[in-house]
């Protein structure tokens, strides 16, 4: 989980548009509701499985994730001009 978390999240912050139309709900059309709402229950199984190894506490749910997503996006942009991968840390 925490690799595939780290991958979206660098998959995020370099496709701005995507972002955009995904996490800040700006554009909208069938399509992309249909992929806003599946995104937690596309997470269900991946959570389950790293909280049931120990790597991710129990209390994560998916409609955390967007929430990580959009936080770790906002770093990224905020300091993109000083220190652009600052945002793995």
């Given at each position: ?53 120990g790597d991710l506490r129990p209390e ?30």
């Amino acid at each position: 989980m925490a690799g595939s978390a780290a991958r979206f999240a660098a998959w995020s912050v370099a496709t701005v548009g995507l972002h955009e139309v995904l996490m800040l709900g700006e554009h909208t059309s069938e399509p992309i509701e249909t992929a806003r709402g599946g995104m937690p229950l596309f997470l269900v199984a991946p959570i389950g499985r790293a909280q049931e190894s120990g790597d991710l506490r129990p209390e994560v749910t998916p409609s955390d994730i967007p929430v990580i997503q959009h936080m770790l996006y906002a770093a990224a942009r905020f300091t993109r001009g000083q220190e652009p991968d600052i945002w793995r840390r």
